[in-house]
């Protein structure tokens, strides 16, 4: 398959190996340069239009608009190609990117992707994907590459990213929430090691908590998936929230920590370093 890639940033650049490792024919747009081994780079985002299927890993919707929409670049794309956005984008730039695809006369596929750079390297994302399923077939060979699991999400792509922004809400929760259970626990006398010993072999053992507690308990926050970048996506849920009628108090919480956390200037640390906040206050200034 012909795949054309826009967006190279620490997942972009795994997917786009990965996906010229498994043989495929990539090419790779990035508006800071850059190479990929098994990549063949292009000048201009148009020419990655011309494949069977370009994969768009911008920052956000804004991004996305600007190289892609501002241009007018869709209509220039090659007949039948199918453009699958992995972005996590907002629900409602998503239905926007659905009547913008049908006049533009191109396949729309919904492809936001659950994990961080380690486990893209190791092709074993798991994919939400959503849209017409003749589009979906078109793109599934190369979704499975970059994944352990391709989840089916439906015909709407809107569909992907709401379960996509819900999953990363619930994430920053748990990560709040073991945050919150050290303060109680710590200084009672029980270890960070004992107590999450205990939590994750019995009530929460899953990846989240595996990971995300390893950095609270040695207190680093090294750059995984960037607090900044969580920010964004808990944005993005609130706007998901408000527009669905909802009042969701645990998101504002985790929203409200978050920014807290950015505006602390630890944005380029990992996310889970909203944990510091809570645990400990002098990681701040660190």
């Known amino acids: 398959m012909e795949i054309g890639i826009i967006g190279l940033g620490a997942m972009g650049r795994e997917i786009a190996r990965n996906l010229g490792a498994a043989g495929h024919t990539v090419t790779a747009w990035n508006r800071s340069g850059g190479n990929v081994e098994g990549v063949r780079m292009i000048r201009t985002p148009v020419e990655a239009l011309q494949g069977d ?3 768009t890993m911008l920052s956000d919707d804004a991004a996305i608009r600007s190289v892609l929409l501002d241009a007018n670049l869709l209509r220039q794309s090659r007949p039948g190609l199918v453009h699958v956005v992995a972005t996590t984008i907002s629900v409602a730039f998503a239905r926007e990117l659905v009547k913008v695809h049908s006049a533009a006369g191109i396949g729309y596929v919904a492809a936001p992707v659950l994990g961080r ?13 959503a849209g017409a399923s003749a589009a979906l077939e078109k793109v599934k060979p190369a979704l499975e590459v970059i994944s352990k699991r391709v989840w089916d ?13 819900a999953c990363n809400m619930m ?12 303060v109680l626990t710590e200084t009672n006398g029980v270890s960070r090691e004992r107590f999450f010993e205990l939590i994750l072999g019995t009530m929460f ?30 944005r993005l849920a609130c706007e998901a929230a408000e527009q669905a009628g909802g ?10 920590r978050m920014a807290e956390t950015v505006d602390a200037g630890m944005g380029d640390r990992d996310w889970s370093a909203i944990a510091a906040l809570a645990v400990d206050p002098s990681a701040h200034n660190a």
């Open 53 to 55: 299927m370009v994969l």
């Open 117 to 129: 750079p380690d486990v893209a390297a190791k092709g074993e994302l798991n994919v939400l994907a």
């Open 153 to 165: 999400m439906g015909e709407e792509p809107p569909a992907a990213y709401a379960a996509k922004i």
């Open 171 to 182: 994430i920053a929760m748990a990560i709040e929430a073991m945050a919150e259970a050290v």
């Open 205 to 234: 053992g899953s990846r989240p908590y595996q990971t995300y507690s390893i950095n609270i308990i040695r207190n680093e926050y090294r750059p995984g998936f960037k607090a900044s970048l969580g920010l964004k996506d808990l």
């Open 247 to 256: 009042t969701l108090p645990m998101l504002a919480a985790v929203h409200g």
